[in-house]
């Protein structure tokens, strides 16, 4: 068993490809075929609000076809945390629930989670399942036409950061998967890492953006190269 006493793993929509859901990146700039600034900024929520509505909840409808389900990628991470006697911590730009499907426990859904509604009037957070619609009541407040998707958009302030930093200031090992590493915050955890010492290493499908500065690097599909690594350990 390895030596490493305390690991932080990011990931990013790559390994959640497999899975049947588009990445960001790799279709020519476009996301389910929109631009992000016309569906992910809260300057395009003010502007079209059910425009931005019908784009999450077509995503949210993709995410519980029953053919989307968690992949041989995401069962390795659950497994490994669960058999881990150290601490564990993942952290995930991903807004699908497939993580959490596998079993992952210690997860930090830091860009939020397409199966949560959040009301802008009381601010509360709940499940949600269904479509959002104009007339949909807060379960919390009661207030109606207050509901937005629980995604963090451009410009907007990732959730949980204070616990993201305290464990990239304590681990020893970070692991990067599936992301282009060149959105901010996220794409800087490496190198913060790096700075506390840590072994940082890339499973990717190719090169990120920082791909040369980690210490380590595989690259593959991630339903391969994440079992591989994750069994070595
Ligand atoms: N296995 C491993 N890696 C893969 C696979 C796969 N099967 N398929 C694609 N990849 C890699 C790509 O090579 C790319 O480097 O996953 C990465 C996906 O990058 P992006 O599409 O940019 O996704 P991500 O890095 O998660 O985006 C970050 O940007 O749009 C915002 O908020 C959104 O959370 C998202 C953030």
Redesign the pocket.
């Known amino acids: 068993m390895t030596d490493y006493k305390n690991i932080v793993v990011l ?5 959640s ?2 899975s049947g859901l588009q ?4 279709n020519g700039g476009l ?1 389910e075929g929109q631009r ?1 600034e016309d569906v ?1 900024t809260p300057e395009a929520f003010a502007a079209n609000p059910a425009f931005v509505q019908k784009f999450y909840n077509l995503r949210r409808q993709q995410l519980l076809t029953p053919s989307v389900t968690r992949n041989a ?1 995401h069962d390795a991470l659950a497994a490994f945390e669960q058999s881990f006697l150290g601490e564990f911590t993942l952290v995930t ?3 699908d629930n497939l993580h959490q499907q596998a079993g992952s426990k210690n997860i930090f859904p830091m ?1 939020g989670e397409l199966l949560k509604a959040r009301c802008v009037s009381c601010d509360s957070v709940c499940e949600w399942s269904d479509d959002i619609l104009a007339e949909s009541a807060c379960g919390h407040c009661g207030c109606r036409a207050s509901l937005r998707p629980h995604i ?1 958009w ?1 410009g907007e302030m990732p959730l949980y950061m204070s616990g993201i930093e305290e464990a990239l200031e304590r681990c020893d090992l970070f692991v990067s ?7 901010y915050p ?1 794409a800087g955890f490496a190198q913060v890492a790096h700075y506390n010492g840590a072994t940082t290493v890339e ?4 090169p ?1 953006a920082h791909g040369s500065k980690f210490d380590k690097a595989y690259y ?4 391969q ?1 994440v079992p591989n690594f994750f069994a070595k350990l």
């Open positions: 990931t990013g929509a790559g390994v490809a497999e990445t960001f990146r790799d996301w992000v992910a990628a730009q991903n807004v860009h963090v451009f998967i599936g992301t282009s590493s060149v959105v996220a499973l990717n499908l190719e990120s593959g599909l991630a339903t190269v």
